[in-house]
């Protein structure tokens, strides 16, 4: 194995993870409608919980629907 590949495969698995990184911190951001949790009411902290569980089961169901529709190929 080559330097290239080596470096090319350390860059790519960086990459994946601070882009999943970015998607998490996005969909908290959402869920939380852009208010910090301190500035919450108590019932907004419940429907941001449950917004971001939500919002984390749709991410992981399309996960699942692409690893599916690539070894379909």
């Known amino acids: 194995m080559?330097?290239?590949r080596?470096?090319?495969m350390v860059?790519?698995?960086i990459?994946?993870?601070a882009t999943d990184a970015g998607i998490s911190k996005g969909i908290e951001l959402l869920s939380r409608r852009g208010k910090?949790?301190?500035d919450m009411t108590p019932e907004e902290r419940q429907q941001a919980a449950k917004t971001?569980?939500?919002?984390?089961q749709m991410a992981k169901n399309?996960?699942?629907a692409m690893r599916v529709t690539r070894r379909m190929r």
Do not use: L, V
Request: hydrophobic share 30%; charged share 45%; net charge positive.
């Open 36 to 38: 910090r949790e301190a």
């Open 6 to 8: 080596i470096i090319s």
């Open 15 to 17: 990459t994946f993870r």
């Open 2 to 4: 080559n330097i290239d």
């Open 52 to 56: 971001s569980q939500d919002a984390r």
């Open 62 to 64: 399309t996960r699942k």
């Open 11 to 13: 860059i790519r698995r």
